[in-house]
Nanobody
Framework: QVQLVESGGGLVQPGGSLRLSCAAS????????MSWYRQAPGKPPGNERE???????????YYADLMKGRFTISRDNVENMVYLQMNSLKPEDTAVYYC?????????WGQGTQVTVSS
């Protein structure tokens, strides 16, 4: 089964950029749909995590409306990596960002990486 480890988070000023990485181990990710989710502080129970972006096993991408034009998701099935390039960051992008892998009934999460956008 796949294990996921995120990295690349940190503190960035508004308008800045970050690139998040998700390293998969234990199994290849080529069959999985891969996504990034985020959880901002203070979200009510049952509404904690929001979908940021998805890249399917066929390479199609989907973005939440708030991220369109600013974020780019990509995958490297050879290196078993998934990336999230985040540009034009805003304070409201502050959250813990999670990598997710889905395949059939498998639904696998990483431990998350903190992104803080602040001046």
């Amino acid at each position: 089964q796949v294990q996921l480890v995120e990295s690349g988070g940190g503190l960035v000023q508004p308008g800045g950029s970050l690139r998040l990485s998700c390293a998969a181990s234990g199994s290849g990710i080529s069959a999985y749909g891969m996504s990034w989710y985020r959880q901002a502080p203070g979200k009510p129970p049952g509404n904690e995590r929001e979908l940021v972006a998805t890249v399917t096993n066929g390479g199609s991408t989907y973005y939440a409306d708030l991220m369109k034009g600013r974020f780019t998701i990509s995958r490297d099935n050879v290196e078993n990596m998934v990336y999230l390039q985040m540009n034009s960051l805003k304070p409201e992008d502050t959250a813990v960002y999670y990598c997710n892998a889905k395949w059939g009934r498998l639904d696998i999460w990483g431990q998350g990486t903190q992104v803080t956008v602040s001046s």
